[in-house]
């Protein structure tokens, strides 16, 4: 199993902005697809952002225009830009490759 470790998240206003970061020490993100994935309290996890290995970028409809999916090659890691952040973004936010998960970051935005 490759470790994954997520940052960014914490606690922001609506309409404020966080970065996330998911860094594979061992990963090249180029190779496979990856993708976001978020948790809303009493909800299933959903994929949020995906980056296919080509570039493509696909984003569950609820994000499109405010959430953006990058990666780093060099820096083995993963990015989510979330701007424009509303209540409806609350939950746990973790990167999914291939078959490993990381432990999640907790983004939190109040109304």
């Known amino acids: 199993q490759v470790p994954l470790v997520e940052s960014g998240g914490g606690l922001v206003q609506a309409g404020g902005s966080l970065r996330l970061s998911c860094v594979g020490s061992e990963i090249n993100f180029s190779l496979k697809s990856a993708t976001w994935y978020r948790q809303a309290p009493g909800k299933q996890r959903e994929p949020v952002a995906t980056?296919?290995?080509?570039?493509?970028?696909d984003y569950t409809d609820s994000v499109k225009g405010r959430f953006t999916i990058s990666r780093n090659s060099a820096s083995r890691t993963l990015y989510l830009q979330m701007n424009n952040l509303t209540p409806e973004d609350t939950g746990g936010y973790s990167c999914f490759f291939d078959t490993d998960w990381g432990q999640g970051t907790q983004v939190t935005v109040s109304s």
């Open positions: 980056i296919a290995s080509g570039g493509a970028k």
